[in-house]
């Protein structure tokens, strides 16, 4: 090749097992050399002092678009996530739910052209519909997602629906993504809080506690092993669960457990001042330092496999305009997740090559995007994020460009920063501002014909 496209100089380029000063060669999107005495180029990045990443890829997303967009749409989410250096996402909005071929159809033909960073699309699974399974995966689907008690309108699963849709993802080669927690507990909670007249902010903490989710994980993590199906248990809110995940992975199942910041960083006392600004699901269960600092020694050893954002945003406005009955459940996340990561390793709980495993690599071989994707080596596409490890900055709600406009991580002095991120060779976003360029493309399933 007698000219690379780009070439970023001097970096750090690090992986999941390691860090070395090299270049990068990027020609048409993908990454074409990774080394020194690189040809020319027709750009050239001073990457000096800098890291050189794969982007970010964060499998738990929703956008609410096409649906309710006045909590966060396309152009605004991927905007934050290219700012933030995310390049990838897989997401699913409740609103809208992906339940047919034709859902699917329409869904990939309404985001033509609104989104900044290259996605996947999740399908939700319907109780009673696992017949869907397999023709829905062929089209493209990156994973099922499903709930085990009813939640954003969508209906939870019992134990013999569970069994019967993992059954189905068996047979198709599907991955699914767990909501745990059990619909009989969070239900009977709820008649009882409710005889009660509840309306305190802590009523969350009885509605939604840690045996429903315990219980869920547990039968779920069970039956995967038991129907040799693939699946993930989302956003794992403390150790009992991981721990149990990791038991039955032990056993033979085809077990990831996802983590969240928010169950690292927020405590679950904090509900009873902020009210619906951590009403999320599971709620916050950390209680002490000790309590997050086991959490990262789970992320570490790997029985926590990777973190996603669980991006589901509503406004300020949206957030104070009910009880905590009524008002949305979610955090926005996708603001703030790498940058909470960089700084887990700056306060010595993680490394960069963790960040890269649990935030780029993970994830990509997880939900079959690798080796396209979540890697920086000769054959992926050109999604990089150049980061200063050095840069302090305060998150801020003013800084948010999600639609949410808020942040529950505001005031959080964080270490390390995203300082250009590129989308297959192409700058997205420098300094925290995304270019508001939408070239992100459809990624389509490992199940389907269209890969």
């Given amino acids: 090749m007698s000219e690379l496209d780009l070439a970023i100089r001097g970096g750090t380029v690090v992986t999941s097992t390691g860090s070395r000063r090299l270049d990068v060669g990027v020609h ?154 059990d619909e009989s507990i969070t239900r009977s909670a709820e008649e009882l809080l409710r005889a009660e007249s509840r309306r305190d902010n802590g009523l969350l903490l009885d509605w939604r506690d840690r045996d429903a989710e315990v219980v869920a994980a547990s039968v779920a993590a069970l039956l995967v092993r038991r129907t040799g199906a693939r699946a993930t248990i989302a956003h794992v809110s403390h150790p009992e669960v991981a721990e149990l995940v990791r038991r039955e992975r032990a056993a033979g199942g085809t077990l990831a457990a996802e983590g969240c910041p928010q169950y690292f960083l927020l405590r679950e006392d904090e509900v009873h001042e902020h009210g619906a600004l951590r009403k999320f699901t599971p709620p916050a269960r950390a209680r002490t330092d000790e309590d997050e600092a ?68 993970v994830p990509a071989r997880t939900y079959g995007l690798w080796p396209r994707k979540g890697r920086v080596g000769a054959g992926a596409d050109a999604d990089l994020v150049l980061v200063d490890p050095t840069a302090r900055r305060v998150l801020r709600d003013e800084d948010v460009l999600s639609k949410a406009g808020w942040t529950p991580f505001a005031g959080r002095e964080v270490t390390g920063r995203a300082v250009q991120t590129y989308l297959r060779g192409r700058l997205v976003a420098e300094d925290g501002v995304p270019t508001r360029e939408r070239h992100g493309r459809f990624l389509p399933g490992p199940g389907s014909a269209l890969r």
């Fill in 294 to 361: 086991q959490m990262w020694r789970l992320l570490r050893s790997g029985a926590l496999s990777h973190i996603s954002s669980d991006h589901a945003p509503s406004t300020l406005e949206q957030k104070r305009a009910g009880d905590m009955w009524n008002v949305h459940f979610g955090l926005p996340g996708l603001d703030s997740t790498m940058a909470l990561l960089l700084d887990a390793v700056a306060r010595g709980h993680l490394s960069y090559e963790d960040v890269v495993r649990v935030y780029a690599e």
């Fill in 28 to 181: 048409d999107g993908v990454v074409v050399a990774v080394g020194q005495d690189l040809p020319k180029a027709a750009r050239t990045v001073d990457a000096g002092g800098l890291l050189v990443l794969p982007g970010g890829i964060d499998t738990h997303v929703h956008l609410m678009d096409p649906g309710s967009t006045d909590r966060e749409d396309f152009p605004t989410g991927t905007a934050a996530a290219a700012a933030s250096g995310v390049t990838t996402i897989v997401e699913h909005s409740h609103g809208t739910p992906v339940r047919t071929v034709d859902d699917l159809a329409g869904k990939r033909e309404y985001l033509q052209d609104r989104s900044e960073v290259d996605f996947a699309l999740a399908a939700h699974a319907w109780p009673g519909h696992a017949a869907d399974v397999s023709e829905l995966w062929r089209a493209g689907v990156t994973f099922f997602k499903v709930f085990t008690c009813t939640t954003h309108g969508v209906p939870g699963h019992d134990a013999a629906a569970l069994r019967t849709h993992l059954r189905a993802t068996a047979m198709a080669g599907a991955a699914s993504l767990i909501h745990c927690e």
